[in-house]
């Protein structure tokens, strides 16, 4: 039995059927490929989920009393100036063009605020895996000077941190959803933030070095202001999240942004810190490095609010 070749026509659209169903397949590889969802809510499963647990100068405990159900995670810093932490850790493998979603319940008891003497970070992804000689660090953090909440990068190579958005209130007292949706890219992302489903902070700046990727997120109480964090911190958190796609709040436990950020407190005063004049100087030769000194006065700002020592009443 003998078969016709067919006809060019038909071969020319199986080759072409063929190239689109290969194109179709490397973009659905490509985009948000690597972002794995990962969850840990504390009911179903407890801290030993975590790829790893970090605690120095303090502890990570399970506790009860979580998000809208009975068990959540306590973070605590034990105080002394000391460099410590508290953190659960997702393993995770994120590169340009990854659409990332990350998120967590916390509960800031009154007065957390006030306890800060310096900057604190509450959720950051980093590339401390590859590069430990010189990481960068994105995440959500409070100012230890206006105790208000950014999403920066800081990367440490270059001492620079560079807020990628909008500042933004955290409240005390009850529990809220924390959410991050950062598109990666060098050139051009997006970095949005959410309190309990509702947007607060938003930017298209990149957010990823050339040739850089993300090893790790972490949850807790992620980074203290070493040396000038001198009394103790704690927090609760719970659904420590990574998603492709937003999770969103528990409707019944979402707030109005906003609804519980009275300011109880007055700053009077700020006193420098080594930090801040180290900050300072660095700001002062890369302006002589580049010629141009025209983000001199937002780079002291930014100084004076991550690092000086404000006095309340």
């Not at 590889?29 to 975590?50: C, H, K, M, W």
């Not at 000194?293 to 100084?303: D, E, Q, T």
């Amino acid at each position: 039995m003998s078969y016709a070749a067919p006809p060019r026509r038909a071969r020319s659209l199986t080759f072409a059927l063929t190239a689109i169903l290969f194109l179709a397949l490397v973009v659905s590889r490509t985009a948000g490929a690597d972002v794995v969802p990962q969850r840990i809510n504390f009911e179903t499963s407890g801290l030993q989920n975590f790829d790893q647990l970090n605690a120095t100068v303090g502890a990570l405990s399970a506790t009860s009393g979580g998000y809208g159900d009975a068990h959540s995670a306590e973070a605590t810093y034990s105080g002394g100036g000391q460099n410590g932490f508290a953190r659960g850790i997702f393993n995770v493998d994120w590169h340009a063009g990854d659409d990332v979603w990350y998120s967590a319940a916390y509960y800031l008891p009154v007065g957390f605020k006030a306890a800060m003497q310096g900057q604190v970070a509450l959720m950051r992804w980093d590339d401390y895996g590859t590069h430990p000689e010189a990481p960068d660090y994105s995440g959500v953090v409070i100012y230890g000077g206006d105790k208000r909440s950014r999403l920066i990068i800081d990367r440490l190579a270059t001492g620079t941190q560079i807020e990628l958005g909008q500042a933004f209130d955290l409240p005390e007292g009850r529990w809220f959803h924390l959410e991050v949706h950062q598109r990666l890219g060098v050139n051009g992302g997006v970095n949005d933030v959410y309190i309990d489903g509702q947007r607060v902070s938003s930017s298209s700046d990149g957010n990823l070095e050339p040739g850089r990727g993300v090893d790790r997120i972490r949850y807790g109480i992620v980074a203290i202001a070493s040396g000038a964090q001198k009394r103790p911190l704690d927090l609760r958190f719970d659904d420590a999240t990574v998603s492709a796609k937003q999770v969103g709040p528990d409707p019944a436990l979402a707030h109005p942004v906003g609804s519980a950020t009275k300011k109880t407190h007055r700053v009077t005063a700020a006193r420098y810190t080594s930090r801040v004049r180290r900050c300072m100087r660095q700001a002062l030769r890369r302006a002589a490095r580049s010629g141009d000194a025209g983000f001199l006065p937002r780079a002291a700002r930014r100084c004076v609010a991550k690092y000086a020592i404000h006095v309340r009443r």
